[in-house]
């Protein structure tokens, strides 16, 4: 089958969508289970390969965390594979 750009298109923005649903939903219960006000506990987690700095998924993402109030960091090495820091803005120390 012979896929045209708009098809092409199509099919990469269904899938970033599904992986940004997949990512919020595994990063909100991370959130959720992990924080403590008033602590200065980073809230790490791994992300899957494909979400890098510069594809869209990533930015958006940033976009999201960074307007609810969190630092986002994104970090990688070859032995750990690649994870992002949560950090409250302000420290997390308002309590």
């Known amino acids: 089958m012979v896929v045209n750009p708009e098809q092409a298109g199509q099919k990469n ?3 970033n969508v599904r992986l940004l ?3 919020e939903k595994k990063i909100d219960e991370a959130l959720i289970e992990d924080f403590m006000p008033g602590s200065r506990k980073d809230i790490c987690m ?3 390969e494909e979400l890098y700095p510069g594809t869209p998924v990533y930015q958006r993402l940033m976009e999201m965390y960074e307007g609810a ?3 986002v960091e994104y970090q990688s090495d070859q032995r750990e594979g690649a994870w992002l820091r949560f950090t409250p803005k302000g420290g997390g120390r308002e309590w």
């Open 46 to 48: 791994n992300v899957p």
């Open 21 to 23: 649903k997949q990512l």
């Open 13 to 15: 923005l269904a899938r």
């Open 69 to 71: 109030g969190w630092k």
